[in-house]
């Protein structure tokens, strides 16, 4: 079985600047996930889709950070414009179901720097 | 706000030796997590605890959750090099909401030889 897909795997860009992820889940997976990883700390939910429908963004920065996830397989996070603080790592994960199954399978990550 | 704090924060271990990770939460939750992750390298899943009273064991660790005292423990026994990374817990508060992870600081663990 595949695992969560992400790209690309770094990226370095200025201030102002906007810069795009993307994530492709596991297959089947009904629920995806984005959180951002700051060095040092632990991942901060960022958003959470069921199908292509938002379950919860309420710690995503709405100013700068949007999220779709049209079809409700892939997802891109979008950033614009970056600030210096939003350098870190984007993991991406997916589950199976919203509630009752309990694990969350993690991508590899876009490690992003804002300089 | 749901509060997740992990100590210690860093743990250098011998080769051998017994230690436990501490995982305490702020709120009331029977859904806790154990994640383990090296250095530039992604989330791994090791222990969902669904319970309170649960325990689970795979090789060097046990994990185990006390829902009346918002404590998990993750115990390390006879630790090997192959160990040495760092590890986060994540409590999940919102029962039949979907799976709303709020992650600890981690522990960062060094097992040396």
């Known amino acids: 079985e595949a695992g969560v897909a992400q790209s690309p795997r770094y990226k370095i860009i200025e201030k102002r600047q906007s810069v795009a992820f993307w994530c492709n889940p596991i297959?089947?997976?009904?629920?995806l996930y984005w959180y951002q990883q700051i060095l040092g700390q632990g991942p901060k939910l960022l958003i959470q889709?069921?199908?292509?429908?938002?379950?919860?963004d309420s710690q995503l920065p709405k100013d700068r950070f949007s999220a779709e996830r049209l079809k409700g397989v892939d997802s891109t996070l979008k950033i614009q414009p970056a600030k210096l603080e939003d350098s870190a790592v984007y993991l991406c994960?997916?589950?199976?179901?919203?509630?009752?199954?309990?694990?969350?399978?993690f991508g590899p990550g876009t490690r992003l720097t804002v300089t | 706000e749901l509060k997740v704090e992990q100590n210690p924060l860093f743990l250098s271990m011998q080769e051998g030796k017994n230690y436990t990770i501490y995982c305490n939460y702020s709120?009331?939750?029977?859904?806790l997590y154990w994640y383990r992750q090296d250095p530039g390298k992604s989330l791994e899943s090791l222990f969902v605890?669904?319970?309170?009273?649960a325990v689970k064991q795979e090789g060097r660790l046990m994990a185990s959750l006390d829902t009346k005292a918002r404590l998990s423990t993750l115990h390390i026994t006879a630790a090997v090099h192959d160990l040495s990374a760092t590890y986060f817990c994540?409590?999940?508060?919102?029962?039949?909401?979907?799976?709303?992870?709020?992650f600890g600081g981690g522990t960062r663990l060094m097992v040396k030889p």
């Open positions: 994960a997916s589950s199976p179901r919203t509630s009752g199954s309990y694990e969350q399978y």
């Open positions: 297959s089947g997976h009904a629920t």
């Open positions: 889709f069921q199908n292509n429908g938002v379950v919860d």
């Open positions: 709120t009331t939750s029977d859904r």
């Open positions: 605890l669904l319970s309170n009273g």
């Open positions: 994540a409590v999940d508060p919102r029962h039949g909401a979907g799976n709303m992870l709020t």
